[in-house]
C-alpha cells in the first residue's frame, strides 16, 4: 500500500468571483451592501404611491432608516410619510424608531441612453400618435399644390 501523508495537498478548485470577494472579512461590506438592496427592494412595494421612484433606503444604523430623495419636495414626502415607513419597516421583520431623510444632486435612477425610446404600451397611445401625425401631414402646406399652380422656383414649362 502507498504511503499517505496527511497534509498532501489537494487541488484547488477556485471559487467564483462573487463568493471570493465575500469569503472573509474584507467581503462584509459587500454583504451589507446586497443586504441594504434587498432591504429596499422589500419596502419600495410599501411606500406610499409616488414615492418609491424618487427615494431610496441608504442605510439602517441603530434604530434608523435612512433614505436619501432626488429632491427638497420628496424629502417633504417622506418626512410626512414616517409613520407609514415605519410601519413598512416592521412588516419586513425590522425593528426602527425614526426615518432619517437626506437629499441628494445626482439624480436616484440614471438617465435613459440618447436617442432611446419608450414604447407605446396601449393601442389608445398608437392610435392617438398616429391621428396626431396624420392630422400634421393634412395641415402641411408642402404636400398640397394649389389648383395646378406651379410651386415656387419650379419651370413653368415656357422657353424664354
Do not use: Y
Not at 495537498?9 to 462584509?28: K, S
Not at 427638497?72 to 410619510?81: E, F, Q, S
Not at 395641415?139 to 389648383?147: K, L, M
Request: glycine residues 6%; hydrophobic residues 45%; neutral net charge.
Amino acid at each position: 500500500m502507498p504511503d499517505l501523508k496527511p497534509n498532501t495537498r489537494r487541488a484547488a478548485v477556485p471559487l467564483p468571483a462573487a463568493e471570493a470577494a465575500m469569503a472573509d472579512e474584507t467581503g462584509a461590506p459587500l454583504r451589507r451592501a446586497l443586504w441594504l438592496d434587498a432591504l429596499d427592494q422589500q419596502l419600495r412595494p410599501l411606500l406610499p404611491p409616488g414615492l418609491a421612484p424618487h427615494c431610496r433606503l441608504a442605510n439602517v444604523s441603530g434604530g434608523q432608516l435612512v433614505f436619501v430623495t432626488d429632491s427638497p419636495v420628496w424629502r417633504a414626502r417622506v418626512r410626512l410619510a414616517e409613520a407609514e415607513i415605519l410601519g413598512a419597516a416592521r412588516s419586513v421583520g425590522l425593528n426602527p424608531t425614526a426615518v432619517i431623510v437626506k437629499t441628494t444632486t445626482v439624480p436616484l435612477q440614471p438617465p435613459a441612453p440618447a436617442g432611446a425610446t419608450v414604447p407605446l404600451v396601449s393601442a389608445t397611445a398608437r392610435q392617438a400618435v398616429s391621428d396626431a401625425l396624420a392630422s400634421l401631414r393634412e395641415s402641411d402646406p408642402s404636400d398640397s399644390q394649389d389648383s395646378g399652380a406651379p410651386a415656387p422656383g419650379s419651370a413653368t414649362g415656357r422657353a424664354t
